[in-house]
């Protein structure tokens, strides 16, 4: 493979190249993660390039042409250059609520005001709505289906309905089963909203989104208000 052509070409250019896999030490491999990083390769690719070297040793051990792997000193490298995650903010989201039908505008709306992820929002049901209280439950449960539902951490919630939320739910035709659904009256697919979202990003020249944004959008918001 490509990267053990890498390793190849970084042993012969050593001063003192190792003419057998035995010689081939900690310290070399060390020094090869220096050399793929000076060449402005990304952590994860000389990773990459350490795991496929391992696995050649281990070979070499296993059909005995080597006793103990180098590796076993030898660490990866730590992976920590995360993203930030992406959020919306208020202007863009009013833009992409523009774009939308009415259907998808409320779920978009809900997401975006309520930080609720995409599975609690497909499988809420009435029962879980109390508009007196303004209040959203999260909860596991046995859906009107029959079919039992368990919130992603397992923990039940409460989420408080803002002005926005409360009216969106409140002019819905009130029932036994979803509180969303799709044209069809059945429970909602996350294809079909999230190409018709996805596409009024594109229109709008906005990057980087997709529905999950909303959560990250709402977490944000709230931390900018205090």
């Known amino acids: 493979t490509k990267s053990l052509t890498y390793f ?15 010689e081939i030490t900690p310290s070399i491999l060390e020094e090869f993660k220096l050399h793929r990083l000076r060449q402005g390769k990304k952590k994860k690719t000389v990773n990459n390039d350490l795991s496929t070297i391992r696995r050649f040793l281990n070979l070499a051990i296993k059909r005995g042409y080597l006793d103990v792997s180098p590796f076993q000193k030898v660490e990866m490298l730590k992976l920590t250059d995360r993203k930030i995650p992406r959020f919306l903010t208020k202007e863009e989201l009013q833009k992409i609520y523009s774009q939308l039908r009415d259907e998808d505008r409320d ?49 039940d919630r409460d989420i408080p309905m803002n002005d926005t939320v409360y009216d969106i739910i409140s002019k819905r035709k009130k029932g036994k089963g979803f509180v969303f659904t799709s044209d069809q009256g059945n429970m909602l697919h996350m294809n079909h909203v999230r190409e018709r979202f996805q596409e009024a990003c594109r229109k709008l020249g906005i990057e980087n989104v997709t529905l999950h944004t909303l959560r990250h959008t709402f977490c944000s918001h709230l931390v900018m208000a205090g």
Request: charged residues 25%.
């Open 107 to 155: 779920i978009v709306q809900v997401l975006a005001n309520t930080g609720m992820r995409w599975g609690e929002l497909r499988h809420l049901e009435w029962s879980d709505i109390d508009l007196e209280k303004r209040v959203i439950k999260i909860r596991k449960k046995v859906l009107h289906t029959g079919r039992q539902w368990l919130p992603k951490t397992g923990q």
């Open 8 to 22: 190849t070409e970084f042993l012969n250019s050593l001063p003192d190249p190792p003419v057998y896999l035995s």
